[in-house]
């Protein structure tokens, strides 16, 4: 049971690039997120999903775009890759409804330069 | 907006102490809350949670305690040891999906 996965786990861009963080569960969770960790900021929540087919943004969804084809699959893009999106990416899942915590990834370290 | 946070942004303690960790919350909607754990590289683990309805769980060596008056909750780790070092995290739910993260906590133990 390998939880939730997130590739790469590094990764330095060049201003204006673009890529896809990717993030995989195998929990048959319904809720899937993305969040950003950036220095004495805590956690802030860009996108997320509560179920194939469905996503919603979060607090900073800016230069960001999700999709949730399957149950298992929620990848980040980046658009066009900014300074300001260096951060440290996390992926999460949990069930849907109710008590229940989320189980997050080991994240990825993003560098734009 | 209405938002998680933590009283400390750092907590120093010996090793064997018992550590408390706070947290003041102000959405008064919020009826689950979760302590995480984070290691340096790694992703947040989950340590325990609480409901509404309660004011007090225990897990091992870990209890927490929710104060709905005070919009407070604490964690507290009995006997501290090296690998308690870490950042520590409260968050809250007050619908069904999303989880509020305050600015953390950083724990670190003396030998």
């Known amino acids: 049971n390998a939880g939730v996965t997130q590739t790469p786990k590094f990764q330095v861009l060049k201003t204006g690039q673009s890529m896809t963080l990717q993030c995989a569960q195998d929990m048959n969770h319904e809720y899937m997120s993305w969040y950003r960790q950036d220095p004495g900021m805590g956690l802030r929540l860009i996108h997320y999903?509560?179920?194939?087919?469905?996503?919603d943004q979060g607090e900073v969804p800016n230069g960001y775009n999700v999709s949730r084809s399957t149950t298992e699959d929620f990848p980040l893009r980046l658009l066009s890759a900014a300074p300001s999106q260096t951060s440290v990416y996390f992926c999460?899942?949990?069930?849907?409804?109710?008590?229940?915590?989320?189980?997050f990834g080991s994240g990825t370290r993003l560098t734009v330069v | 907006g209405e938002s998680v946070g933590l009283h400390l942004p750092t907590l120093s303690v010996q090793e064997g102490d018992n550590s408390i960790i706070n947290c003041a919350y102000s959405?008064?909607?919020?009826?689950?809350f979760i302590w995480y754990k984070q290691e340096s590289g790694k992703g947040p683990q989950f340590i325990i949670d609480i409901r509404s309805n309660m004011d007090k769980r225990q897990g091992q060596r870990v209890t927490v305690l929710l104060n709905k008056t005070v919009k407070h909750l604490s964690l507290q780790i009995a006997a501290t040891q090296p690998g308690d070092s870490a950042v520590y995290f409260c968050?809250?739910?007050?619908?069904?999906?999303?989880?509020?993260f305050g600015a953390g906590t950083t724990v670190t133990v003396r030998a």
């Open positions: 959405n008064s909607a919020s009826d689950y």
């Open positions: 999460a899942s949990s069930y849907a409804r109710g008590s229940y915590g989320y189980t």
């Open positions: 968050a809250e739910k007050a619908n069904d999906y999303k989880l509020s």
């Open positions: 999903s509560v179920g194939a087919g469905i996503t």
